[in-house]
């Protein structure tokens, strides 16, 4: 008799857009602060650390239900200092438009179905003249956003189609996977249960997502990027930050 073992690995959903029904049980209007600490692994003592204000807001425009996501990135080095808006369609959270200002200027894009390009309408684009051909994609600036609204379950595995808006690596399929749960205890001394959500960059770099069961949100991460740590913690409670 002759034995054959078959190992079923779990399937992968490849996610382009996401799920309707996701959106609307899990996205709410919500401001979120995040602590972001790097630290380099030959010198430890040296550390950068950032605070990341999140904002998501629900508009209607043009009869078309529209999702707003604002970010502001405060840090002591001005060069590391950012301010991003971002729009998407309500339906499927696939991006509309994105803008972000640095001290090496500004960009701004408008998506199509089919392409992005360099916003014309917006003063002093730097990107002005852009042009991507590409399948749907998600808008990698907002992964914190993204995660959440997944069909997350044990064992689930998600090739994500990603790009950062404008950037030299066209969209491309990066792997997800809930590899186990773990409880994260708060502040107060509650316990909330989590997914843990990985990607392995490559063989030395990877990056966790802890994403709470309930209420959907990531409330911490931690990634090694070869050279160093870099965590991302979510603050219990958001201040007003100009």
């Keep these: 008799m002759v034995l054959i073992a078959v190992c079923c690995a779990a399937q992968v959903d490849t996610v382009y857009h996401l799920d309707s029904r996701q959106i609307k049980k899990y996205l709410k209007p919500s401001s979120n602060q995040y602590l972001v600490f790097i630290q ?33 990135w405060y840090a002591s080095d001005t060069t590391q200092v950012r301010y991003l808006y971002s729009q998407m369609d309500a339906q499927d959270f696939s991006p509309l438009y994105h803008y972000s200002k640095m001290t090496r200027g500004v960009e701004a894009y ?3 179905k089919d392409k992005v390009v360099g916003s014309d309408s ?45 950037g030299r690596t066209e969209p491309k399929l990066y792997e997800y996977q809930v590899i186990g749960e773990e409880n994260i205890r708060t ?30 949100e990531v409330l911490k991460m931690e990634e090694d990027f070869g050279m160093g740590v870099r965590y991302k913690v979510k603050l219990s409670n958001s201040i007003p930050i100009r």
């Design 122 to 166: 917006v003063a002093n684009n730097t990107k002005k003249g852009f042009e991507l051909q590409s399948k749907p994609f998600l808008n990698w600036e907002l992964d914190m956003e993204t995660f959440p609204l997944l069909d997350l379950k044990a064992g689930k595995r998600f090739a994500i189609n990603f790009y950062h808006p404008g």
């Design 40 to 72: 380099m692994k030959k010198t430890p003592q040296k550390t950068m650390t950032y605070i990341w204000s999140r904002d998501v807001r629900m508009k209607r425009k043009n009869n078309t239900e529209l999702i707003e996501i604002e970010q502001k």
């Design 110 to 112: 408008d998506f199509y």
């Design 187 to 216: 502040i107060e001394g509650a316990v909330v249960p989590c997914w843990k959500l990985k990607i392995d960059y490559n063989e030395k770099s990877w990056a966790v997502f802890y994403i709470s069961k309930k209420g959907r």
